[in-house]
């Protein structure tokens, strides 16, 4: 083969390897991972996207997750707390690119990070396994680039595989709008604070290692990169004006340190000059989250009971007072729980926006097809009953209908249990309430999302009405919604 046709060969192999890599980035970010229609699952997610500031965000592993209690933080400082630490199998740097996406101004940011984040590099498979689903809120933080460097070199080929035979042999059920929203509540209801407390009793896993190995010291683990990380903090920290403080994770076990002076006071030295150098407070010394008695672990050496849990975070909140970086506030708890519940309102009015059918102008029953392609039900609803109609349970329920991108009349056809003092209603974010039976005019501001918020009155239960024993407080039950938004322009286009 001449050198000429040798050129156009490996200039044609190049190309193609080129187009190739190109087109399996595109599948995998534009396919896979990237469609801005499927909402977070994980209410923690949507909190952190849509409660306001200032606020105090703790990001980590499940040291924090487990071995933190962050209702102590919020009641002692009076600032809406979000606790986001999940695993520290996660990469430090996708952590933090989400970070920086929805940090606001004013918020303090708390990061006790486990050794292995301020020592060496880990990262498993956990996260690639799921970047396609639960975890897909880390892949849409980060910038074109950063989610081009992440494909070729963090994505494992075997976790797209998993997932590409998943979808083919129909494995995967994306949850619909409605089921991801059910589950926000859930969660909410669950851990309100978003943190995992645990007294037990639970299998412990400490027969194959011993304390100091699990902290993940010593040469095998690489020399750790802490100027680049006190960099990326300083510029985060500027960029989006918060203030950050770094602290220690909390430590179980009799032998852990030990050898302190010898493995860990090198480590913490250079960790210390590193953040001082950009100004990034270090909150207290290993020592002050450290528990040698082993009646404070819960299943490892990272994890401790839900006691040691709330020991520990309140030796933080003085800290955190100490180093100046927060003070109390006299804001209500009551407050701060409605402004999570309205945080959650705003992302329900988003996924209806982006996950729901307009529905055309006239009356359309509330049927299972209303509920999966028009209507999001949020908090103070029942279950369907089995003619599909939605009761209301509580003083307060939420709801949002996907319209045309036009002014629109909506009304709400409903019956009242109980008391006929009829319930009244607002278009969220307005303040002004009417009676549900009045038509509710929606703007073409609104961009064809309905956010309803209503408020029931004289609520009383079945039970306590002498009509059965159905204790559910039961009141406003939606049968169907009319809807006019003038000339329908799809019919017309037809």
């Known amino acids: 083969m001449s050198p000429s046709r040798n050129g156009q060969f490996l200039l044609a192999g190049l190309v193609t390897f080129l187009v190739l890599a190109v087109a399996s980035f595109l599948v995998f970010d534009r396919l896979l991972v990237l469609p801005a229609r499927d909402p977070p699952q994980s209410v923690r997610q949507v909190l952190f996207e849509q409660t306001t500031g200032p606020r105090i965000i703790i990001d980590a592993g499940s040291n924090a997750y487990v071995g933190l209690d962050p209702e102590i933080l919020e009641r002692r400082f009076g600032r809406q707390t979000v606790l986001l630490a999940d695993h520290a199998g996660y990469p430090l740097d996708i952590k933090l690119a989400r970070l920086e996406k929805y940090l606001h101004a004013d918020d303090v940011l708390i990061l006790p990070l486990e050794w292995n984040y301020y020592v060496g590099h880990f990262s498993d498979s956990t996260f690639t396994d799921n970047v396609f689903t639960a975890l897909k809120h880390y892949y849409r933080a980060l910038l074109f680039w950063e989610r081009v460097k992440f494909f070729f070199t963090g994505m494992k080929f075997s976790s797209i595989f998993k997932h590409v035979r998943s979808l083919a042999l129909g494995e995967v059920k994306r949850p619909g ?210 003619n599909s109609f939605v009761w209301s349970d509580g003083t307060e329920s939420v709801l949002a209908i996907r319209l045309p991108e036009r002014r629109c009349r909506l009304t709400l056809n409903h019956f009242l249990h109980g008391d006929q003092q009829d319930s009244l209603v607002k278009l969220a974010p307005s303040q002004d309430w009417q009676s549900a039976s009045e038509p509710i005019i929606v703007p073409a501001e609104a961009r064809g999302v309905a956010l309803l918020q209503l408020r029931h009155r004289n609520v009383k239960s079945p039970l306590e009405l002498g009509q059965g024993g159905d204790p559910r407080r039961l009141k406003f039950n939606l049968q169907s919604i009319t809807v006019d938004c003038g000339a329908d322009e799809t019919a017309g286009a037809r």
């Open 177 to 386: 709008p409605q089921a991801i929203v059910s589950e926000w509540y859930a969660q909410l209801k669950h851990s309100p604070f978003g943190a995992a407390l645990n007294d037990g009793p639970v299998p412990r896993y400490v027969g194959f290692f011993d304390c100091r190995s699990m902290l993940l010291f010593g040469e095998k683990n690489g020399a750790p990169d802490l100027e680049r990380l006190a960099d990326r903090l300083a510029a985060i920290a500027r960029a989006k004006q918060v203030k950050i403080a770094l602290t220690w994770p909390v430590v179980i076990g009799k032998d852990c340190y030990d050898t302190y002076e010898r493995d860990f006071r090198p480590a913490e030295n250079a960790l210390r000059a590193a953040m001082a150098r950009v100004g990034i407070p270090i909150l207290g010394s290993p020592r002050d989250y450290y528990f040698a008695d082993e009646r404070y672990m819960l299943d490892t050496y990272y994890h401790p009971i839900a006691e040691g849990a709330r020991i520990r975070t309140r030796r933080l909140a003085d800290q955190t007072a100490k180093a100046g970086l927060l003070a109390p506030e006299a804001v209500p708890a009551a407050e701060l729980a409605e402004q999570r519940l309205e945080a959650i309102d705003a992302a329900i009015a988003v996924v209806a926006y982006r996950g729901l059918k307009p529905a055309r102008n006239g009356t359309h029953v509330i049927d299972q097809s209303m509920v999966e392609n028009t209507i999001l039900f949020g908090r103070g609803w029942s279950q369907p009953e089995a």
